[in-house]
């Protein structure tokens, strides 16, 4: 069974901090790492994706994956109240068109005014 | 980010009644579709995979008589969800995935669509 773990949370952090979200995952072959943010009753929407091992960033987030531990984790700097909203990690092992992503249940991080 | 468009938004139904959701992707050829069912304070479950001309390919546990996956496209594929209950209730996600997409994995979403069934 390949799992996509997401064991903290929920997350609360005061406006301007860093918030930092964690996801470990199972299947050692996977290959592509993606975080989806979810507002409340709205579909995901991809902010990164990550695919070798090291940091990447974009804006105020920075992805960071080591394949030994099987980790990765998003960390947002200078978190705003907009922020707000659950993030999904999800994992893909192999590429293809029918490759399936596989989800974590999400961490719901609050952004304090 | 390319645009995928899921309609109906919202759908209220009684039960026994049979229901259709359309999920289009409107700026790229979409090789595969895949379709979510999201429950309250849970994540995302893959239901189906589906290929344009093809059978879909359903998970563990979905039943395919119930959840009717139709991909007549590049650019369309619809779920019907027939005889519908109450606890057919859910979030259903579409999400699609392009030429040129396929080596990176990366899935685009449409908006969703919530489904009551009373």
């Known amino acids: 069974q390949k799992e996509v773990e997401q064991n903290s949370g929920p997350l609360s952090v005061p406006e301007g901090a860093i918030a930092s979200l964690n996801c470990t995952y199972s299947?050692?072959?996977?290959?592509?790492f993606f975080w989806y943010r979810q507002y409340s009753g709205k579909s995901p929407e991809l902010i990164m994706s990550?695919?070798?091992?090291g940091d990447k960033e974009d804006g105020r987030f920075t992805a960071q994956l080591n394949k030994a531990s099987q980790y990765v984790s998003l960390l947002i700097r200078d978190s705003q109240p907009s922020d707000s909203a659950t993030y999904l990690c999800?994992?893909?092992?192999?590429?293809?068109?029918?490759?399936?992503?596989?989800f974590g249940k999400g961490i719901t991080l609050s952004v304090r005014p | 980010g390319a645009v995928v468009s899921q309609h109906p938004s919202r759908v209220i139904c009684k039960s026994g009644t049979s229901v259709k959701i359309e999920c289009r992707s409107l700026?790229?050829?979409?090789?595969?579709m895949f379709w979510y069912r999201q429950f309250p304070k849970k994540s995302l479950m893959l239901m189906a995979t589906?290929?344009?001309?093809?059978?879909?390919?359903?998970e563990q546990g979905v039943e395919k008589d119930k959840f009717l996956i139709n991909h007549a496209s590049l650019t369309l594929s619809t779920l019907t969800v027939t005889s519908a209950h109450p606890e057919d209730s859910s979030f259903y996600i579409c999400?699609?995935?392009?030429?040129?997409?396929?080596?990176?994995?990366?899935?685009?979403f449409g908006e969703g669509s919530r489904l009551t069934v009373l």
């Open positions: 700026d790229f050829q979409a090789t595969t």
């Open positions: 999800a994992v893909i092992a192999s590429t293809g068109a029918n490759s399936k992503l596989t």
């Open positions: 589906s290929n344009e001309g093809s059978k879909a390919t359903y």
């Open positions: 999400s699609a995935r392009g030429w040129g997409l396929a080596n990176t994995g990366e899935l685009f």
């Open positions: 299947d050692r072959v996977s290959q592509s």
């Open positions: 990550i695919y070798s091992n």
